[in-house]
């Protein structure tokens, strides 16, 4: 499976794929119509085009007003977790059905939660937290805890030495569209929140709420 590097992604995005958005793992899209039997009708569409093309969609939820569309590849064999052509392709069909449905996009909504644990020994953790989370402690791919049916958030494991004691051993990291990322931060900053490092912006920067715990803010830009 041939898993594209981000600024590939990011560059058919720039080409005509603008309702996309690069998230730490999948290709998101986020559609909005008033008419439930639109969303329905639309979200089938998403599923059956998948199924015609031989490559099955990560996730669509439909909810009031919205339906999301999620978009990566995993390769049973390896392992390998990304988007791939195929799944720049299927975007490309999703892009041209919301436009039959009459779905409007909302790309700057999308977001992606993950987890981050600190640990010296990810290969004794991580089984754990798999079976705790998914119910199967064999759902690590690459080194990261993802449920397949998408329940909840990916967890991915940030390495430590054995014997520290970090005051803040888990932290959140939240993906957002690269064009909504200032805003976020800034609401959070007039929340009460402080930036702890900028230094790797606009890849991710560090906050902290007023007790000092912190939470990561990430977009896909500046990355490989």
């Not at 439909?62 to 990566?72: C, H, I, M």
């Not at 195929?86 to 996009?105: I, S």
């Not at 690269?178 to 906050?207: K, N, Q």
Request: one cysteine or more; glycine letters at 10%.
């Amino acid at each position: 499976m041939d898993v594209l590097s981000t600024p590939k992604v990011l560059a058919a995005i720039a080409e005509g794929l603008g309702d996309w958005r690069r998230l730490g793992l999948p290709l998101a899209a986020r559609y909005r119509s008033a008419d439930a039997a639109a969303r329905a009708a639309f979200a089938a569409a998403v599923m059956a085009t998948g199924a015609a093309a031989g490559h099955e969609v990560a996730e669509v939820r439909a909810g009031r007003g919205f339906v999301d569309v999620a978009l990566f590849s995993v390769d049973e064999a390896t392992g390998a977790v990304g988007v791939t052509a195929a799944d720049l392709g299927l975007a490309r069909a999703v892009t041209g059905l919301a436009r039959e449905h009459g779905m409007a996009a909302a790309p700057g909504e999308v977001t992606q939660l993950e987890l981050a644990l600190d640990t010296a020994d990810e290969a004794a953790v991580a089984p754990f937290w798999s079976a705790l989370l998914t119910g199967d402690p064999g759902n690590v791919v690459r080194g990261s805890v993802l449920d397949p049916t998408g329940r909840v958030p990916s967890v991915w494991f940030q390495s430590t030495t054995a014997g520290d004691t970090p005051r803040q051993r888990w932290h959140i990291d939240l993906w957002l569209a690269p064009e909504v990322a200032e805003e976020r931060i800034a609401a959070a900053l007039a929340a009460g929140g402080t930036v702890v490092d900028a230094s790797e912006a606009p890849s991710f920067t560090v906050l902290a709420d007023p007790e000092g715990n912190k939470a990561c803010v990430c977009t896909a830009l500046t990355r490989e």
